[in-house]
């Protein structure tokens, strides 16, 4: 291992630890914060490792493509808004705004996407890999970072509303950065992540969807420059068809997650935690439930309930309508005894129509993971 490749490592390292340790210090402002590691980090890398250039006979098309893409994207979002309603955004634009929120913002970007190409152009697998990470880290660092998760609740809502998102979001800039160069990604990544702070309305679309879009749009413009310019250079059709059976894959699986976070769509996912409804659902189980909305519920029927701050699985056993209120009593599969009084419908958040079997135990790890620490 020669000098040079010895510099890029130690210095992508260090680069990588600090990102990472930050996301753990609860600051107001993480923008600032990220600018200040990350402009003398891409200063650092920038004038000490050896650049090495990204040929690349289509960036400027591809720089089309993307632009436009992310104007669709935004575009897309308001008209959202035109359904579910919009507001103004609580802070004004004024020159203490820009410098305390959205210039950090542009520098932290600008910053990880030269360190981010740099290190590409390096060719070193280990380099690529903490270049991604870096870059990530950078993404949640922006988002509020990692000190404000308590529980397995904000962990999830982190993973599910940035973290996602975050990932497909890199993925996405580091196949741009290694063949097209510098601007194409940078372009995109300050576009997505500059719209919501500067454009003064916001539209109130929920988190279920914005986070299902921003998943998405990343593997989405992934799949089509990359079918667009690089599968002309592959020479067996079996090769790109189990590419794109793998992107389908990793799509459905994340799409799948983010319904298990949310639980805002038309249906949605519960993972089994308990063994009280052994036997109809076991433990690590996903539940699929379909929200309630006023229909009618039967007897032996299996239903989400709020319980306090939990959510309760379990069947109902009797109906009573007293005084023209329903209540429901329920009681677990595997309990002796119902439940202590009664559900009415203001409770009720859903009926349970089938079940996922296992897929809920990296859910259930994470969650033992937080209470082991807490």
């Known amino acids: 291992?020669?000098?040079?490749?010895?510099?890029?490592?130690?210095?992508?390292?260090?680069i990588c630890v600090l990102l990472l340790g930050s996301l753990f210090i609860p600051v107001e402002q993480s923008g600032i914060l990220g600018a200040c590691l990350m402009v003398p980090a891409a200063l650092l890398v920038f004038f000490t490792v050896k650049k090495r250039r990204i040929p690349s006979i289509n960036k400027y098309q591809v720089l089309l493509i993307v632009g436009v893409s992310g104007l669709l994207f935004i575009m897309f979002h308001y008209l959202l808004g035109l359904h579910f309603g919009m507001g103004r955004r609580s802070q004004s634009m004024n020159w203490g705004y820009f410098?305390?929120?959205?210039?950090?913002v542009i520098l932290v970007i600008i910053a990880s996407e030269i360190i981010r190409v740099v290190l590409l152009a390096q060719k070193r697998r280990w380099v690529s890999v903490m270049a991604f990470i870096t870059c990530l880290s950078v993404?949640?660092?922006?988002?509020?970072?990692?000190?404000?998760?308590r529980n397995f609740n904000d962990f999830m809502d982190l993973a599910g509303l940035a973290g996602l998102s975050a990932v497909?979001?890199?993925?996405?800039?580091?196949?741009?950065?290694?063949?097209?160069?510098?601007?194409?990604?940078?372009?995109?990544?300050?576009?997505?992540?500059?719209?919501?702070?500067?454009?003064?309305?916001?539209?109130?679309?929920p988190d279920a969807i914005k986070a299902l879009g921003g998943l998405l749009?990343?593997?989405?413009?992934?799949?089509?420059?990359?079918g667009l310019y690089e599968r002309k250079k592959v020479t067996h059709k079996k090769a790109g068809a189990l590419s794109y059976v793998a992107s389908g894959v990793v799509v459905v699986l994340m799409i799948s997650i983010v319904m298990m976070v949310s639980c805002q769509f038309k249906y949605g996912i519960l993972v089994i935690g308990t063994g009280s409804m052994t036997g109809e659902l076991?433990?690590?189980?996903?539940?699929?439930?379909?929200?309630?909305?006023?229909?009618?519920?039967?007897?032996?029927?299996?239903?989400?309930?709020?319980?306090?701050?939990?959510?309760?699985?379990?069947r109902v056993v009797e109906i009573k309508n007293i005084?023209?209120?329903?209540?429901y009593y329920t009681q677990g599969d595997a309990n002796e005894d119902p439940d202590y009084g009664y559900r009415t419908n203001k409770d009720i958040?859903?009926?349970?129509?089938?079940?996922?079997?296992?897929?809920?135990?990296p859910s259930i790890w994470i969650r033992n993971l937080f209470k082991t620490n807490s």
Do not use: C
């Open 1 to 14: 291992m020669n000098r040079d490749v010895k510099r890029v490592i130690i210095i992508s390292m260090i």
């Open 217 to 226: 749009f990343p593997l989405l413009v992934y799949l089509f420059v990359d």
């Open 349 to 361: 958040l859903g009926v349970v129509h089938f079940k996922v079997a296992y897929v809920g135990y």
């Open 139 to 149: 993404d949640l660092l922006l988002a509020g970072g990692l000190s404000d998760i």
């Open 99 to 104: 410098f305390e929120s959205v210039l950090p």
């Open 323 to 327: 005084g023209g209120e329903l209540r």
């Open 282 to 314: 076991n433990v690590g189980d996903a539940a699929v439930f379909e929200q309630y909305d006023g229909q009618v519920i039967q007897k032996g029927e299996v239903i989400v309930f709020r319980q306090g701050n939990t959510r309760v699985i379990h």
């Open 168 to 205: 497909t979001g890199n993925i996405l800039y580091h196949y741009l950065g290694a063949r097209y160069g510098f601007f194409p990604g940078m372009i995109l990544h300050l576009m997505l992540s500059l719209y919501t702070i500067v454009i003064p309305m916001v539209p109130f679309t």
